[in-house]
């Protein structure tokens, strides 16, 4: 069972767009969102993180976007850069507070 | 400032064979501390989180195995490697008194396993 699911898989969008990634989770109880870049070969960086009592986090161009009803978050790259070529996961924590649970992960391409 | 280092960088290992990874964090007193398994082009998974000295909590079971020696060092191992114990090994901790919140990852450990 995927409790935090992340569409798309890969994305490619040019240099200077806006990258949107998807997440959606099952879990009422979590309450603690982060997002993770992460490239080949390396361990994840956390990128930007949002608590539930919160509905948006901005932090330079990236921006998380939280609807609690809908149990759906998103993570938009403004003017995205071939440096943002990653995988990026959305996790959530647990309701008891003892698991990061990960999605799948969106591959993201920036062609200049 | 923290740093996170993991040994060895990668290894290659015989199925049967025995497994000791290694994680050490510096400049932070007392952190939580945690390892997850990642597959190839797949998601983490986390196997194991400690708190403290001692005390190590299973996540998922794969037929491995968790210490925590020093405040400092969490060793992952198990006696008798398997062809799915292949993929990337992290290690990550996160602040006292905030199980989960704000981890922040090592560089990993690559492990095949033939």
């Known amino acids: 069972q995927q409790q935090v699911r992340q569409s798309p898989q890969s994305l490619t969008v040019w240099e200077g767009e806006t990258a949107i990634l998807n997440c959606s989770y099952e879990n009422s109880a979590f309450d603690y969102f982060p997002w993770y870049q992460q490239f080949p070969g390396e361990g994840p960086a956390l990128l930007i993180s949002?608590?539930?009592?919160?509905d948006k986090k901005e932090d330079g161009r990236f921006t998380i976007f939280f609807n609690k009803r809908e149990k759906k978050l998103s993570l938009h790259i403004a003017d995205s850069q071939p440096g943002d070529s990653a995988t990026y996961f959305c996790?959530?924590?647990?309701?008891?507070?003892?698991?990061?649970?990960f999605g799948t992960g969106t591959t993201v391409s920036v062609s200049p | 400032a923290q740093t996170i280092h993991q040994w060895p960088v990668a290894e290659i290992k015989a199925v049967g064979s025995p497994l000791s990874l290694g994680c050490t964090i510096k400049?932070?007193?007392?952190?939580?501390l945690y390892w997850y398994w990642q597959a190839t082009g797949g998601t983490l998974q986390q196997l194991f989180y400690?708190?403290?000295?001692?005390?190590v909590e299973s996540v998922v079971q794969l037929n491995l195995s968790a210490s925590r020696p020093k405040d400092d060092q969490f060793i992952l191992s198990t006696e008798k490697l398997l062809l799915s114990h292949s993929g990337f090994y992290l290690c990550?901790?996160?602040?006292?008194?905030?199980?989960?919140?704000?981890?922040?990852f090592g560089p990993g450990t690559r492990l095949t396993v033939l």
């Open positions: 990550a901790w996160s602040p006292q008194g905030s199980l989960s919140y704000e981890q922040y």
């Open positions: 996790a959530a924590r647990g309701g008891g507070g003892r698991a990061l649970i």
């Open positions: 400049g932070k007193s007392s952190p939580n």
């Open positions: 400690s708190i403290t000295v001692g005390q």
């Open positions: 949002i608590l539930s009592v919160s």
